[in-house]
């Protein structure tokens, strides 16, 4: 008989899944980061120091309302017995700490990533819905995200969710000539 096949799926994060969710964001960092960026990542942050880091994010967040969310893959065949299915994505949810926020009403994705093999098969999507229905769920009412001024796929993708630019804007980076530029997109998401 033939297993049931597995539908791809999003759920908190397990301890034992940091090291995954560490080794994805720095994939992700390789394909998504301008060069200059992305060599001083790489070489600063340690696999074993985001490793401990995300460990900590899961076992021991700051408060209550931070959350790590992992997209597990989908399998045809059930997969293996006992087999994880792999970690595909990563968001996290939190309390907005931009200095015009109130962390009390408003939420912020803080990172939302997928891994580059992975995308276009619909996680980014299913992580945004459970990262949104996990802020409102906590009592947020507003949801910002910092994207990356060029990222257009992104955008293209929270507008279509009913995101939009808020007029927020930053550059994050070690130094003046390498940075990041990015924007901040906000979204009610109070129920009706």
């Not at 939420?107 to 580059?116: M, R, T």
């Not at 229905?133 to 992104?154: E, M």
Request: charge should be negative.
């Amino acid at each position: 008989m033939p297993d049931t096949p597995r539908p791809p799926q999003v759920r908190l994060a397990l301890p034992a899944e940091a090291a995954a969710i560490a080794a994805l964001q720095r994939r992700c960092w390789d394909a998504d980061l301008p060069e200059d960026l992305r060599g001083w990542l790489l070489t600063e942050a340690d696999l074993g120091d985001l490793t401990e880091v995300w460990y900590g994010a899961v076992t021991a967040p700051p408060e209550a309302r931070c959350r790590v969310l992992v997209a597990i893959a989908g399998t045809e065949d059930g997969g293996a017995p006992g087999a994880t299915p792999p970690i595909v994505g990563f968001v996290t949810t939190e309390p907005a700490s931009d200095p015009d926020s109130d962390p009390s009403q408003d939420g912020e994705l803080g990172e939302w990533l997928v891994d580059p093999a992975a995308r276009s098969q619909g996680h980014g999507s299913r992580l945004l819905n459970a990262a949104v229905d996990t802020l409102r769920a906590d009592g947020f009412r507003r949801a910002t995200i910092w994207v990356a001024s060029t990222d257009d796929g992104r955008r293209k993708l929270l507008t279509g969710a009913g995101w939009a630019a808020d007029g927020g804007h930053r550059e994050l980076g070690p130094e003046r000539d390498v940075t990041l530029k990015q924007v901040r997109l906000h979204s009610d998401i109070t129920e009706d």
